[in-house]
């Protein structure tokens, strides 16, 4: 418990638009950052178990951070956050599909959105517990490896077969433009 204490105090130690928030109301209020915070997870979390909209607070959790992440990795020299984050969107797009599916099912789960919630801070959590690559390393890679040769070859040729049908189309749109003019 108190290794996650830890790594708490310094997430709050950290500069960033949080903890600059937190900073300021700290100053306000003379309340510390960290009860500050652990009331916002609080409410938000209770929030999440019983208030109207919870799809739309965990949805822009689950959005909101990863998107300012990634335009912050797309305009970093570095490789790694911009690998870390291209995960994050691919378990986040599986994720998404996934639960499109089976919401009929999940949306009656008591603490779905709860759930959900942990899920995608799971996904994109810090370090060597970052869940999108383990997620990723775990299943997705090997399905993928595994299934690569066969989805090119359906991509090629149903792309192939799209630009044979709008050539198509190209050909004979004006063709028939004319014939229906003519009979006018």
């Not at 903890?19 to 652990?38: C, H, N, P, Q, S």
């Not at 570095?78 to 986040?92: A, F, M, N, Q, R």
């Not at 899920?119 to 993928?144: E, Q, S, T």
């Amino acid at each position: 418990m108190d290794g996650l204490r830890q790594r708490f105090e310094r997430l709050l130690e950290q500069r960033n638009l949080a903890t600059g928030v937190l900073g300021a109301l700290e100053a306000r209020t003379g309340v510390e950052k960290r009860y500050l915070a652990m009331g916002l997870v609080t409410l938000l979390s209770l929030y999440l178990l019983f208030g109207y909209g919870a799809s739309l607070l965990c949805n822009l959790i689950g959005f909101a951070y990863p998107a300012y992440a990634s335009v912050k990795a797309i305009e970093s020299p570095s490789k790694e956050d911009d690998t870390l984050w291209l995960t994050y969107w691919v378990v986040y797009g599986l994720f998404g599909l996934l639960e499109f599916f089976s919401d009929l099912l999940l949306f009656w789960c008591p603490f779905y959105y709860v759930g959900k919630c942990a899920f995608l801070l799971f996904c994109m959590a810090p370090g060597p517990w970052n869940g999108a690559a383990v997620l990723y390393h775990r299943a997705i890679r090997p399905l993928f490896l595994k299934h690569q040769a066969t989805v090119d070859s359906l991509v090629s040729d149903l792309s192939g077969r799209a630009l044979d049908a709008a050539a198509g189309l190209t050909r004979e749109g004006p063709a028939n433009m004319m014939q229906s003019q003519k009979g006018k």
